[in-house]
């Protein structure tokens, strides 16, 4: 187009149309890097993965691929498995979850009042952290073995067990050796976030309190819990969604037995893809997990903002 020809003063109205456009999408041309990314490694696979609930994906059939509906879903409705393993992924999680909490915030108080060595004891506490999930469920495997392990013989010697045996292949007491593993890789979590929220409340609060009569367990209640409120919500959130996610250490120490004892949701999400090679299936599962994790997510924020609103 011959600029020429427009009249002058349309030019100076086009001018700056243009640069107020430039200027409102600088921000999105810089964002547009990591929000490729992010559909690249997220979006896409996410909507992948949940086609495959819809569709007849076995790695062993090469006639599958086909679309079938809600099929899966039908069949889910009546698999006394996934509900089995549904009940122990509650039992799993709300044990864990539960255990991790208190004795993390039990570690950050304690971590939070200075003594010698303290910095030394923080490095040992947050240490299972850094052990990769994999190898904290083959060493606590181990030491469950009554043949290489000493914990069933402490058992044995506390008077709580018969004879020392595996109570990994006890079905009455199989889950509790995950969840012992869970709580011990997972205690640093809390212990590192509580810590970071008391260090964060002003100590003045504390010496006012005192000042006025204030017990412990008043400071605690009055002061400590209000100002971790906010940090135990949104870690006990991520906590939980996280475990109910968490395979690692049931599939290394039981894969799942004896007799599905300690099959979880997520565990059998692996069986189904990796051991039966039943991608559509397991698909399926992991959306009907999906979709009650995020009404879980939605329950905690909205109750969180009921409360904060009424304060």
């Known amino acids: 187009m011959d600029t020429t020809a427009v009249p002058h003063h349309m ?56 679309f079938v509906g809600l099929e899966h879903f039908r069949e889910l409705a009546e698999d006394q498995a996934f509900y089995g393993a549904l009940r122990n992924t509650l039992w799993w999680t709300g044990a864990s979850v539960v255990l991790q909490f208190f004795l993390g915030l039990i570690l950050a108080l304690l971590l939070d009042k200075p003594f010698w060595g303290r910095g030394i004891v923080q490095a040992l506490v947050f240490l299972p952290w850094a052990v990769p999930s994999f190898l904290a469920g083959l060493n606590w495997a181990w030491l469950f073995n009554p043949v290489i392990g000493p914990i069933p013989h402490w058992l044995f010697g506390l008077g709580l ?18 969840i012992i593993a869970n709580v011990w890789w997972g205690i640093p979590f809390f212990a590192i976030t509580l810590l970071a929220a008391l260090q964060a409340i002003p100590r003045d609060l504390y010496e006012a309190a005192s000042i006025d009569g204030a017990g412990w367990f008043q400071r605690f209640r009055s002061i400590t819990l209000p100002f971790l409120a906010p940090t135990i919500a949104i870690t006990i959130l991520l906590r939980t969604v996280w475990i109910s996610n968490f395979a690692d250490l049931i599939v290394v120490m039981t894969g799942g037995g004896p007799a599905d004892r300690t099959q979880i949701v997520a565990s059998y999400i692996f069986t189904q893809a990796f051991k039966r090679l039943d991608f559509g299936y397991a698909s399926a599962i992991a959306l009907v997990l999906l979709v009650l994790l995020l009404a879980y997510s939605m329950l905690i924020i909205l109750l969180r903002q009921t409360l904060l609103a009424k304060d």
Do not use: C, H, T
């Open 161 to 178: 067990m018969n004879e020392p045996g595996n109570i990994l292949s006890d079905p009455s007491y199989a889950m509790w050796g995950p």
């Open 11 to 66: 030019r100076d109205d086009r001018r700056p149309l243009m640069k107020r456009i430039a200027q409102a999408s600088e921000p999105y041309l810089y964002s547009a890097p990591s929000l490729i990314l992010i559909i690249a490694v997220m979006l896409v696979p996410l909507v992948l993965g949940m086609s495959y609930a819809f569709r007849d994906i076995q790695l062993l059939n090469p006639f599958s691929g086909g």
